[in-house]
């Protein structure tokens, strides 16, 4: 296998050297998936059995890559990667397990989109293909044990691509027992309060947060206790999180050796809003009752009137507030088929006002 890899290689560097003033760039092919090691003039590479041995071939270049992982370096040290060989695009990958170590997810965090432009991710086994606008993204659950296949790419230019994948997704159990998890929502933020029973060869703690419950973004980065065999409570205070809305967080743990999992469940916390304002309504269009979500800063008594199209007032309602979310029920089953506007007016606030559709 030594021998055959060496022509290979040796064959690939005479390729290159010969069409030197061309510009080119050839797709990655594997040359071998079987444990061995190589030299090829100034490179040296080692692989053991199950890693996919990749040779990269590029304008004055010859590489091999482990795994599609770049860069390489020579033996003396100095960067030999292939600039521009991925059209400038940054993939930093992560494995993230459960607390219970049976499923993982990837934590995939790119790098090198034009402003305007945005990344493509593929599942190679799927087909499934997403494309977004953040800078990172975080897959389905996998079972642990299971591998993966993942092409990220730009969406202006999908030939701009990088692989990202594996036989098998290990998951490597931590050494933080995490007692609880929980979330607050206060006046000026949204609290997040753990505490652990033990912990050992711990480094930090990182709480992330999302509006959508999937993609996350780092928020903070806390210090553990590194060792310990009692109880450590934590504390953070999520000022950001004030405005109205949904709120998502999970904490994860880094231990000495650099590997992170995440050891918490998600915590739903929904944001308090300090205004007067419509949340929803529905079902639009409506044959019998429309239910209309409003927040309320204070408790009143809110005057609800109901127009036509003419401008005609076709019902005036009172509605008692509460400080906070209401749902009030307007019955609207005797209303011709047609359109019509509500309006909900307070003695301290702006009126709010919304259409609705009434059908037969």
């Given at each position: 296998m030594k021998k055959y890899l060496l022509n290979i290689s040796i064959f690939l560097l005479?390729?290159?050297?010969?069409?030197?003033?061309?510009?080119?760039?050839?797709?990655?092919?594997?040359?071998?998936?079987?444990?061995?090691?190589a030299d090829v003039g100034s490179y040296n590479v080692t692989w053991t059995v199950g890693e996919t041995i990749i040779a990269t071939q590029g304008a004055n270049n010859v590489i091999f890559t482990q795994g599609f992982n770049q860069p390489k370096k020579k033996d003396d040290g100095t960067d030999n990667s292939i600039p521009g060989d991925n059209c400038g695009l940054e993939v930093l990958s992560e494995m993230i397990c459960d607390p219970f170590n049976q499923f993982y997810?990837?934590?995939?965090?790119?790098?090198?989109?034009?402003?305007?432009?945005?990344?493509?991710?593929?599942?190679?086994?799927?087909?499934?293909s997403f494309v977004f606008e953040a800078s990172s993204f975080t897959?389905?659950?996998?079972?642990?044990?299971?591998?993966?296949?993942f092409t990220v790419f730009?969406?202006?230019?999908?030939?701009?691509?990088?692989?990202?994948?594996?036989?098998?997704?290990?998951?490597m159990t931590t050494a933080v027992s995490l007692l609880s998890f929980d979330g607050k929502v206060e006046e000026d933020g949204n609290r997040l309060d753990w505490s652990t029973a033990s912990e050992s060869?711990?480094?930090?703690?990182?709480?992330?947060?999302?509006?959508?419950?999937?993609?996350?973004?780092?928020?903070?980065?806390?210090?553990s206790a590194h060792n310990s065999n009692v109880?450590?409570?934590?504390?953070?205070?999520d000022k950001e999180g004030k405005a109205s809305g949904d709120y998502y967080y999970r904490l994860l743990e880094t231990n000495l050796d650099g590997l992170r999992k995440v050891v918490s469940q998600v915590v739903h916390l929904q944001g308090r809003s300090n205004a007067f304002e419509l949340l929803a309504a529905y079902p639009i269009p409506s044959n019998d009752f429309l239910s209309v979500e409003l927040n309320v800063p204070e408790s009143e008594e809110?005057?609800?009137?109901?127009?036509?199209?003419?401008?005609?007032?076709?019902?005036?309602?009172?509605?008692?507030?509460?400080?906070?979310?209401?749902?009030?029920?307007l019955n609207v089953a005797h209303?011709?088929?047609?359109?019509?506007?509500?309006?909900?007016?307070?003695?301290?606030?702006?009126?709010?006002?919304?259409?609705?559709?009434?059908?037969?």
């Amino acid at each position: 296998m030594k021998k055959y890899l060496l022509n290979i290689s040796i064959f690939l560097l005479g390729t290159t050297l010969l069409m030197a003033q061309q510009s080119y760039q050839v797709e990655p092919s594997v040359v071998s998936t079987t444990g061995g090691s190589a030299d090829v003039g100034s490179y040296n590479v080692t692989w053991t059995v199950g890693e996919t041995i990749i040779a990269t071939q590029g304008a004055n270049n010859v590489i091999f890559t482990q795994g599609f992982n770049q860069p390489k370096k020579k033996d003396d040290g100095t960067d030999n990667s292939i600039p521009g060989d991925n059209c400038g695009l940054e993939v930093l990958s992560e494995m993230i397990c459960d607390p219970f170590n049976q499923f993982y997810q990837l934590l995939f965090t790119f790098a090198g989109a034009e402003a305007g432009d945005m990344y493509g991710l593929t599942n190679n086994q799927t087909g499934t293909s997403f494309v977004f606008e953040a800078s990172s993204f975080t897959t389905e659950a996998f079972e642990a044990g299971t591998g993966y296949s993942f092409t990220v790419f730009l969406a202006s230019d999908p030939d701009c691509s990088i692989n990202i994948e594996s036989m098998v997704g290990d998951c490597m159990t931590t050494a933080v027992s995490l007692l609880s998890f929980d979330g607050k929502v206060e006046e000026d933020g949204n609290r997040l309060d753990w505490s652990t029973a033990s912990e050992s060869n711990s480094d930090f703690f990182t709480l992330e947060r999302s509006k959508d419950g999937r993609i996350f973004t780092p928020i903070a980065q806390l210090e553990s206790a590194h060792n310990s065999n009692v109880i450590k409570s934590y504390t953070y205070l999520d000022k950001e999180g004030k405005a109205s809305g949904d709120y998502y967080y999970r904490l994860l743990e880094t231990n000495l050796d650099g590997l992170r999992k995440v050891v918490s469940q998600v915590v739903h916390l929904q944001g308090r809003s300090n205004a007067f304002e419509l949340l929803a309504a529905y079902p639009i269009p409506s044959n019998d009752f429309l239910s209309v979500e409003l927040n309320v800063p204070e408790s009143e008594e809110l005057e609800v009137s109901i127009y036509n199209t003419l401008g005609q007032v076709i019902e005036v309602r009172q509605w008692d507030a509460r400080k906070g979310n209401n749902t009030f029920s307007l019955n609207v089953a005797h209303y011709a088929a047609g359109t019509y506007f509500l309006k909900a007016s307070s003695t301290r606030y702006e009126s709010i006002n919304l259409s609705f559709v009434k059908e037969d």
